[in-house]
């Protein structure tokens, strides 16, 4: 069973299609979506149905509520359009989401978070102290847990199992947590691959159709838009 899992699509169509494609190419068996659908970007409703119409389970992370009301103008004012750009039944969609998925694969247990099982704005990361992933493990009596969040891909191996980040189909960043983020041309997500109640942890990294986001914001009349896609490094 090869599994995909992706996250941080940020409302980036064109983004999400290569990845579902190379997906295809790669021999998976299904996808989850980790959460942030929308926001920080030029096509949330095409994105909302894309994952709808393919029926890939998803969760909901802290963009998919657009409740934050951040106070950087960019961010709010972006949030703002991204709900007058939704229909209500997208809304209503995302507002429906889980904020946790368990399944259990080939006598694995596999628990699906946005941030962490604590919280959904709680990140994954290289810092986070091993005894409080071994204890996230334990309390979901899960072999594997999988996270979006910080948009920077990460695994790593514990006592009591492993811990995937799978970074972001759309803005990955070079660093975690630093403002302003500094964004990368590709696009991540993560195939774990199960043989015989063995996993293994597969990190994709494929090219970023930079001038294809371009396009979609100029459509799109997203606000901020040079400083948008002045986050990326090309």
Request: include cysteine; glycine fraction near 6%.
């Amino acid at each position: 069973m090869r599994i995909a899992f992706i996250s941080d699509l940020h409302s980036c169509l064109k983004a999400l299609d290569d990845v579902l494609l190379d997906c295809e190419k790669r021999g998976v068996d299904k996808i989850y979506c980790l959460g942030d659908v929308i926001d920080m970007g030029p096509e949330p409703e095409q994105v909302v149905a894309r994952l709808r119409g393919l029926n890939i389970p998803t969760i909901r992370g802290n963009h998919d509520s657009l409740d934050e009301n951040p106070e950087i103008p960019l961010l709010r004012d972006i949030e703002d359009w991204t709900r007058e750009r939704l229909t209500e039944d997208a809304y209503e969609w995302l507002q429906s989401l889980p904020i946790s998925i368990i399944e259990e694969v080939d006598q694995l247990r596999l628990l699906m978070v946005h941030g962490s099982p604590d919280s959904i704005t709680e990140g994954l990361l290289a810092e986070t102290p091993s005894k409080k992933i071994n204890a996230w493990l334990e309390q979901h009596d899960a072999d594997i847990i999988l996270a979006g969040h910080t948009h920077v891909p990460l695994v790593r191996h514990l006592r009591a199992g492993i811990a995937v980040n799978t970074g972001s189909t759309s803005i990955p960043f070079e660093e975690a947590d630093v403002l302003p983020p500094i964004g990368l041309p590709y696009s991540d997500y993560a195939i774990v691959d199960i043989r015989d109640s063995t996993p293994s942890i597969e990190q994709i990294r494929i090219p970023f159709n930079f001038e294809a986001l371009e396009t979609a914001v100029e459509e799109a009349g997203m606000p901020h838009a040079e400083e948008f896609l002045g986050t990326w490094r090309r």
